[in-house]
T-cell receptor, first 116, second 111 residues
Framework: DAGVIQSPRHEVTEMGQEVTLRCKPI?????LFWYRQTMMRGLELLIY????????DSGMPEDRFSAKMPNASFSTLKIQPSEPRDSAVYFC??????????????FGEGSRLTVL | QQQVKQSPQSLIVQKGGISIINCAYE??????FPWYQQFPGKGPALLIA?????SEKKEGRFTISFNKSAKQFSLHIMDSQPGDSATYFC??????????FGTGTRLQVFP
């Protein structure tokens, strides 16, 4: 298996533009997570899905952020409109079983977003 | 919000030395404590994990020590190598299956 695949790896955009990050989880995994990593705040969980259904989106910073999982093999994280403070590395991770069941998280290589 | 507090923020160790990273948690309901390792430009990857029914788990040069009464757990890297230079995160599952990460420790091992 190729692992969790994220695209784009790097994105540079201007303030106010829409940004869409994409993720393909490992086949057969039933959990998908979106994390954001910054120097100041570390790894923050934004939202996660179980069997394509959003379970907890309490980490989504504000209404400018939205995430979807239309099927078991694809998820998107959208920021509209983007702001400079959204600059971060966004990670997608998937697991078989949730973390509390020792479900190991497999992370993608991340999407580095820079908003000018 | 449930927290996992990690220290130190950064650590410099000579090759062959012992690296020790500590974490403290609040929620006594946590029952699984993984450590993740992250190299620059990569996503975190599971390194080693422990359940609180044991006080220690060892895998090669990596050992987790767990102190349930103090609500603390630590990662020990024996015979540290330059290839161990990375950022290490402790974690614990919180409510609703969230995995809560510590703030990370940047380890640098010099030859």
């Amino acid at each position: 298996d190729a692992g969790v695949i994220q695209s784009p790896r790097h994105e540079v955009t201007e303030m106010g533009q829409e940004v869409t990050l994409r993720c393909k989880p490992i086949s057969g995994h039933d959990y998908l997570f979106w994390y954001r990593q910054t120097m100041m705040r570390g790894l923050e969980l934004l939202i996660y899905f179980n069997n394509n259904v959003p379970i907890d989106d309490s980490g989504m910073p504000e209404d400018r952020f939205s995430a979807k999982m239309p099927n078991a093999s694809f998820s998107t994280l959208k920021i509209q409109p983007s702001e400079p403070r959204d600059s971060a590395v966004y990670f997608c991770a998937s697991s078989l079983g949730g973390p509390s069941n020792t479900g190991e998280l497999f992370f993608g290589e991340g999407s580095r977003l820079t908003v000018l | 919000q449930q927290q996992v507090k990690q220290s130190p923020q950064s650590l410099i160790v000579q090759k062959g030395g012992i690296s020790i990273i500590n974490c403290a948690y609040e929620n006594t309901a946590f029952d699984y404590f993984p450590w993740y390792q992250q190299f620059p430009g990569k996503g975190p990857a599971l390194l080693i994990a422990i359940r609180p029914d044991v006080s220690e788990k060892k895998e090669g040069r990596f050992t987790i020590s767990f102190n349930k009464s103090a609500k603390q757990f630590s990662l020990h890297i024996m015979d540290s190598q330059p290839g161990d230079s990375a950022t290490y995160f402790c974690a614990a599952p919180g409510p609703t299956d969230k995995l809560i990460f510590g703030t990370g420790t940047r380890l640098q091992v010099f030859p």
